[in-house]
């Protein structure tokens, strides 16, 4: 299950969605990749709003919809549940509206393209490793 984090830094593991095809093609398995939590209002409201680049992925939480507003860079963006399963995966360009999703919790955004190569898919995994000193549950 997902904690409560603070804003700051650490680590997305990329699991695979139990079907076995992590390990025979299907994308790679146990993936880790540099992670930017932005959990509080005003991290949120900011995300990558003026960057020209991403360094690995940023997660937004709570969130369940997202804009791509502002932004110079296309995105590839997954839903996540509570629990940290990819719901729907969409590349968004800028100035996009996103669809909300009902059961998401979490949003995950990422340069457009570099999901796929990491297994980010629905219904697979994730999970989030913080940091010391970014806050736990």
Excluded: N
């Excluded at 996103?98 to 998401?104: A, I, M, V």
């Amino acid at each position: 299950m997902a904690g409560r984090w603070r804003d700051g830094r650490g680590e997305l593991v990329v699991h695979g969605d139990g079907s076995g095809k992590d390990r025979q093609g299907g994308g790679p398995a146990g993936v880790t990749v540099p992670l930017e939590l932005a959990t509080s209002y005003r991290a949120r409201t900011r995300g990558l709003l003026g960057r020209d680049a991403v360094d690995g992925a940023i997660l937004l939480s709570p969130a369940g919809s997202i804009h791509t507003f502002g932004m110079r860079i296309p995105l590839d963006v997954a839903y996540l549940t509570r629990d940290l399963r990819v719901l729907a995966v969409v590349t968004m360009r800028p100035g996009r509206l996103g669809l909300p999703r009902l059961r998401s919790r979490h949003v995950l955004e990422a340069a457009a393209g570099t999901m796929a190569g990491w297994g980010v898919r629905v219904g697979a995994r994730v999970e989030v490793r913080v940091s010391s000193g970014c806050g736990g549950r």
